[in-house]
């Protein structure tokens, strides 16, 4: 049984967009991405993409503010993992200009047994979700994520994305039972390290 994870979980859920942005260099028609790699090999252009997202970024919440969700901002803080092929991350909320708590943890690894990229995030409350990470043609980046909360509730939330030089910015939705995406929301994210 799906059901939508309800209250500022959810609301949580939609900023997971660092998880989603495509490397601004050495596009899908470089030589060196023509060649694969040997199996299991994680390919160049996700490094690339790992490079790009490390540092920390904001995005104003002002569209979304509300009592339920009184924060001014969120924020996002990646690095890599061991050896380089991972990428660690969190997102925090900000309130009054200050991290007051991470309400999620992010790994995003190559699958060297399946050959994709895969997104995992693990939430404050005991809420897992995992999925494939895509880079389409044209660079942007697409993930199709299912969420598993400790009461029982399964969701499909999508996530599209767009990396700019120093601006990332993410589109979240709901997945329904048909498999079409109902958009939520949209944050613009800005470096700022």
Request: proline letters at 5%.
């Given at each position: 049984?799906?059901?939508?994870?309800?209250?500022?979980?959810?609301?949580?859920?939609?900023?997971?967009?660092?998880?989603?942005?495509?490397?601004?260099?050495?596009?899908?028609?470089?030589?060196?991405?023509?060649?694969?790699?040997?199996?299991?090999?994680?390919?160049?252009?996700?490094?690339?993409?790992?490079?790009?997202?490390?540092?920390?970024?904001?995005?104003?919440?002002?569209?979304?503010?509300?009592?339920?969700?009184?924060?001014?901002?969120?924020?996002?803080?990646?690095?890599?993992?061991?050896?380089?092929?991972?990428?660690?991350?969190?997102?925090?909320?900000?309130?009054?200009?200050?991290?007051?708590?991470?309400?999620?943890?992010?790994?995003?690894?190559?699958?060297?047994?399946?050959?994709?990229?895969?997104?995992?995030?693990?939430?404050?409350?005991?809420?897992?979700?995992?999925?494939?990470?895509?880079?389409?043609?044209?660079g942007q980046m697409?993930?199709?994520?299912?969420?598993?909360?400790?009461?029982?509730?399964?969701?499909?939330?999508?996530h599209r994305s767009?990396?700019?030089?120093?601006?990332?910015?993410?589109?979240?939705?709901?997945?329904?039972?048909?498999?079409?995406?109902?958009?939520?929301?949209?944050?613009?994210?800005?470096?700022?390290?």
């Open positions: 049984m799906r059901r939508r994870l309800a209250g500022p979980l959810s609301l949580c859920l939609g900023l997971l967009l660092a998880l989603t942005s495509p490397p601004a260099v050495g596009g899908e028609g470089s030589a060196s991405e023509k060649a694969a790699p040997p199996a299991g090999q994680m390919p160049e252009w996700v490094g690339r993409y790992f490079a790009r997202m490390v540092g920390t970024w904001n995005a104003d919440n002002a569209a979304h503010r509300s009592e339920a969700e009184p924060f001014e901002a969120y924020g996002m803080h990646w690095k890599l993992g061991l050896g380089g092929k991972s990428l660690v991350g969190r997102l925090y909320v900000i309130r009054d200009g200050k991290d007051v708590g991470t309400s999620w943890e992010f790994r995003e690894f190559w699958h060297p047994g399946e050959g994709h990229l895969v997104a995992s995030q693990f939430g404050s409350d005991g809420t897992y979700g995992t999925g494939p990470h895509e880079r389409g043609a044209d697409e993930m199709l994520q299912t969420f598993y909360a400790p009461a029982g509730a399964v969701t499909r939330v999508g767009e990396l700019k030089l120093n601006e990332l910015v993410t589109r979240s939705f709901d997945v329904q039972a048909d498999g079409t995406w109902k958009e939520r929301r949209k944050y613009v994210w800005l470096r700022k390290d």
